[in-house]
């Protein structure tokens, strides 16, 4: 098999995206402002060979209960890439940076100066930024869609522009002939849009992979298919089936393809939550302890799903053979999944710690299980890769390289080494010096 799987890991909190993760026995508590926690856990995807962290961010708290719960994300993911570059050597770093609130010229310096100091190993998550409560935090509000996108198409091409402002030798450092750098071959960007302009050059030479990846996380909206399908070497998704998701796979593709490129170099690849145990018993447990309050804040949305009421008091109980002879699966694509488990025989608390609701699967279980799950999405052409977020990031992040990454390996689906030094080595991606012609079209 020549094709294999593309797989990163989150990187995001220290704790897990569940609200009481935090308080887990076994879990530092200081995690959230641990820099040497944060190394850790890329230490470990980098000894598993892993192609990339991958750092959300959205720096907002609305809707967090900071009472009793942990923010979803990193203090500052630039800040965090810095610290995880230099105690790396191999593995990439996807970075989210919003296109609404920076302005291109930061963006592309603080990125190119990572793709510096981590020798060619980092990468861009461009995304548009959504909550009313991050563009508050910037004196704004979040602009309508068209304006996102329409600054998202200008912030790229700005970025990248800057970013290949330098020739791929112009950076001579040559102490004889006394010669530091070939103007000839730095030239300015001088690119004005309807929303942003920068005038260039930027100041920094390229990296060994040229210049930084660009990613999008994103769902297959119109607009999210025109940015990434024009930009992205990657996408990072949200798709609840195979079916979900080979529909979004060949939307990618097809964006990219609508815009001159080859599908292969538009990579899709979804999330999954992994809860690994010895049993589907101890990895629901699992998922169930971290849960908080939050199945019984759900338990009402499960009843829509499944048409039909059941004691929320009651969340152990199985549904009775009654209730089940008159559940009906909603409109929720979810809900068949949701309907199938409660004929199993499963409890609603059970079934919410399936991830029915999540917006990616979960799979509470075995190591195999979890390379069963990714073996079949691959083999369907519904993933080039996954993300994984584990339950509990940093004790789950363990789990997986220890335990699934071998079965991985073991069937071939899977590297044993890294394929070079750089991200772009990783995804196959080109190096990229100069401007890419494409992007000024
Ligand atoms: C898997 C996934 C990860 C995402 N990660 C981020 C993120 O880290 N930061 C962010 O601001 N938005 C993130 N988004 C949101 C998207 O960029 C986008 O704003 C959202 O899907 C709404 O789509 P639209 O802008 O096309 O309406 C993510 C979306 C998905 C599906």
Redesign the pocket.
Known sequence: MTRKLIIGMHLGNGYGASPAAWRMPGVDPMNFTSYDAKVRHAQTAERGKLHFLFF???PGTLGVDLDHEAPGFNLDVMMTAAAVARATTRIGMVA?G?TTFNEPFNLARQFKALDIMSHGRMGW?A????GED?AANYGQRIPA?AD?YGRAHEMVQIVQALWGSWGKDAWLHDQQSGRFARSEEITPVNLQGEYIASRGPLYIPPSEQGQPVIF????A?P??LNLAGRFASAV???AFSIEHAQMQRQAFRGAAASFGRDPDEIKYIP?LITAIGPDTRTGLDRRIAIAGNSFEQRAPYLQQMLGVRFDLDRLDNPLNRQTLARARASQDPRAEKALRLAQEGWSPRDILAHGVIE?QPVVAGTATEVADHMQSWFEAEAADGFWIAPSLEIEGGEDFVDQVVPILQERGLFHTEYAGPTLRAHLGAPDQYGVDQRILA
Do not use: E, F
């Not at 995304?127 to 959504?130: E, N």
């Not at 999008?216 to 769902?219: L, W």
């Open positions: 959300p961010d959205g989210t919003s998550n995304v548009t930024s959504a991050v869609s996102r999008h996380a994103g769902g909206s607009n999210a990072i998704g949200a999330g917006p």
